[in-house]
């Protein structure tokens, strides 16, 4: 018996308005997101790696349904919640989870360490108030390294990174099946950013759960991610097991965003060959035809003008949109 | 026509109690020298910046301390800072949407400081600035020069704020995480741009930053703070392959890189000290595996050679050597 994936996404397309219409004129959108199709496995890690624009977080916020999807389907362990609403989305916002970017923005100043993490508890009604939820939140904090007198503290005594292994102790509270974290671990310091991942990574293995890690770092996100997805403008434009987009990336995009990634060593640093994309990023209100990447890429066709490459299978478990490659 | 800070010492009065910032900073740097200033937040590395631009102002105090250019004081109230500040030393932000008037076009932001600084005429300024523009890479200056802000992209805005820094031909520029909130493959260019100013006019450049590969690529020699001090300084290259103090050992082995195979990432347990507790002992001991009694004094900063080192043990290796798997 093979589980159905955790979180499959097919053709998900996310439209904002920019600007709305009038008797004479129709309203114009955004496409944030493109026609993004991919699949998560129970325990597995898929890392969203892009840039600023690319759309990584509105994919996010989709396959948690905080925003409406305008095509596509979005499938959770099997289960069709594209359009799902009231109770049943009630009950499926217990089973997946988030933890943001910022923990200074995202616990409430006002609430004491305890009650952040009770609250998911007490919304979904599991218990009726945060004493009976005691012994578990201890557990959680436990479980995420915070010391033991954390509980009654509130969260401005705590360091960013102690910050979030608190997000992180709130969003495990309902024992989920899926956890979207984006940029979880960017606003931290370096020798932090390691604890944070290394304890989602422990949790993962403990729990059994599976990860949408949004983030723009590749570096970081190679050490979690079982896999990782390239976005640019909207679109993937190569997914591939973590080792294979390092060794044998396919798309222009992807060569060059690994490229440009700085490494810690000044006698590599200095000699190494950077691909420079070309011209200005992509405005995503007016996108080109084709290939989203055809006017910053050096290896552009006329039917990379003209046609959307689609994604096609390399080698096992690696895709790929281009033309070209 | 060096910068020098000898033993500076800042601190800011809060409601919270007194945050001593700066505890002892010295450094220098010569002509066309590039430094880097590296630190999580909270090391000083700002404050440092600041206090070099004249820039501190109430709750911080200068306490103790010299800066000093060409051997005279930039912190009398001679008005000699002021004849420098902004001429023969220079800054650029981190974040350059919020330090662009997003109401004045990028010319007029650029001719209001060689109007002020320079005393040129409006003609002679807007040409200068149409040079500059094209100087830093922007394509198409003539048009460029009349757009707002908000019509540059987030590394054309970077490229803007260089032009403006670069404009009274500084001798020193100090950059204050330039490329923190930009995309790699922006901040590779803009990383590029700052070698080529450097190398074409002979800048000495302060590059302060929390990101080692940063400083790789760009830097000469790396100063190193923790907790309001310089830990260790020393050429790029010998501190990437000796470094001396156990925190420079720890981060370099917390930085994931992507030329290395995807083990468990290594992390430095535990958190900075606050900025609040006066401590006399080496700020980093309760991290340091190889604390020992004598560490409970503070270490002075040694000056052998080229290296420059505050540890009670320098160079012992303060963690096993990195294990695979």
Redesign the interface.
């Given at each position: 018996m093979t589980l159905p994936p955790t979180l499959s996404v097919e053709n998900l397309t996310v439209s904002y308005p920019v600007r709305a219409g009038t008797f004479w004129r129709p309203p114009t959108f955004l496409t944030a997101v493109d026609e993004v199709t991919f699949a998560i496995a129970p325990g597995e890690t898929l890392g969203l790696v892009g840039?600023?624009g690319s759309g990584k977080t509105t994919v996010g916020r989709a396959v948690m349904r905080r925003v409406n999807t305008s095509a596509g389907r979005i499938f959770f362990r099997g289960e069709e919640i594209t359009q799902m609403e009231g109770e049943p989305l009630r009950k499926l916002r217990a089973r997946m989870q988030l933890v943001l970017q910022d923990p200074y923005t995202s616990l409430n100043p006002r609430m004491r360490i305890a009650d952040i993490v009770a609250e998911p508890l007490l919304v979904h009604g599991r218990v009726k108030n945060t004493s009976e939820a005691r012994d578990h939140v201890r557990a959680l904090l436990d479980l995420v390294g915070m010391p033991a007198d954390a509980h009654l503290r509130y969260p401005h005594s705590f360091?960013?990174?102690?910050r979030q292994r608190v997000g992180i102790a709130r969003a495990l509270a309902l024992e989920p099946d899926l956890i979207v974290a984006d940029e979880p671990v960017s606003a931290l310091?370096?020798?932090?950013?390691?604890?944070v991942?290394?304890l989602l990574?422990d949790i993962q293995q403990r729990m059994g759960l599976s990860y949408l890690f949004i983030a723009?770092?590749?570096?970081?996100v190679?050490?979690i991610s079982h896999r990782i997805a390239i976005m640019y403008a909207g679109r993937i434009v190569e997914i591939a097991p973590?080792?294979r987009v390092?060794a044998a990336p396919v798309h222009p995009y992807t060569k060059?965003?690994?490229?440009?990634?700085?490494?810690?060593?000044?006698?590599?640093?200095?000699t190494r060959k950077?691909l420079?994309?070309l011209g200005?990023?992509v405005d995503l209100a007016n996108p080109p035809p084709g290939c989203r990447f055809q006017t910053r890429c050096a290896f552009a066709t006329d039917q990379c003008r003209v046609t959307s490459p689609p994604l096609l299978e390399r080698s096992k478990g690696h895709v790929a949109a281009c033309w070209n490659f | 026509m060096t910068l020098t800070v000898r033993d500076l010492h800042v601190a800011f009065e809060t409601r919270g109690g007194r945050v001593n910032a700066l505890r002892g900073v010295n450094l220098s740097v010569a002509p066309g020298e590039t430094l880097g200033i590296v630190g999580e937040s909270g090391s000083g590395k700002s404050v440092t910046a600041q206090a070099i631009m004249g820039l501190i102002d109430l709750p911080g105090r200068i306490e103790a301390g010299s800066i000093t250019w060409n051997g005279k004081s930039l912190l009398e109230g001679d008005g000699y800072g002021t004849s420098v500040w902004g001429r023969e030393i220079s800054m650029i932000f981190q974040d350059p949407m919020t330090s662009l008037n997003p109401l004045m076009t990028i010319g007029a932001q650029i001719c209001e400081v060689l109007t002020q600084h320079l005393g040129m005429t409006a003609e002679q300024a807007r040409e200068r600035a149409v040079d500059l523009l094209a100087a830093v890479g922007i394509s198409g200056p003539r048009r460029r020069v009349d757009q707002y802000p908000h019509e540059f992209s987030g590394g054309m805005r970077q490229r803007a704020m260089i032009a403006m820094s670069i404009a009274c031909n500084p001798k020193v520029l100090i950059a204050d995480e330039p490329t923190t909130a930009l995309d790699v493959t922006v901040q590779a260019q803009i990383l590029d741009l700052l070698a080529e100013l450097q190398s074409g006019l002979g800048l000495a450049i302060i590059l302060i930053t929390h990101d080692l590969g940063t400083v790789a690529g760009l830097c000469q020699r790396v100063a190193v703070m923790y907790s309001g001090r310089i830990v260790e300084s020393q050429s790029v290259d010998a501190i990437f392959e000796r470094p001396q103090h156990p925190y420079t050992q720890g981060l370099l082995r917390s930085t994931p890189r992507l030329d290395e195979p995807a083990t468990r990432l290594l992390s430095i347990e535990g958190t900075p000290p606050s900025l609040m507790q006066a401590d006399d002992g080496c700020a980093f001991r309760k991290r340091c595996p190889i604390a020992a009694d004598a560490c409970k004094e503070m270490p002075p900063l040694v000056t052998e050679g080229a290296v420059q080192i505050a540890c009670h043990f320098p160079g012992r290796p303060a963690w096993q050597a990195r294990q695979a798997g």
């Open positions: 840039e600023s360091s960013g990174g102690q310091d370096v020798s932090v950013q390691a604890q991942v290394n990574q723009h770092d590749l570096s970081v190679r050490h973590r080792e390092f060059t965003l690994l490229s440009a990634v700085p490494i810690p060593d000044p006698k590599i640093q200095r950077r420079i994309p200005e990023p | -």
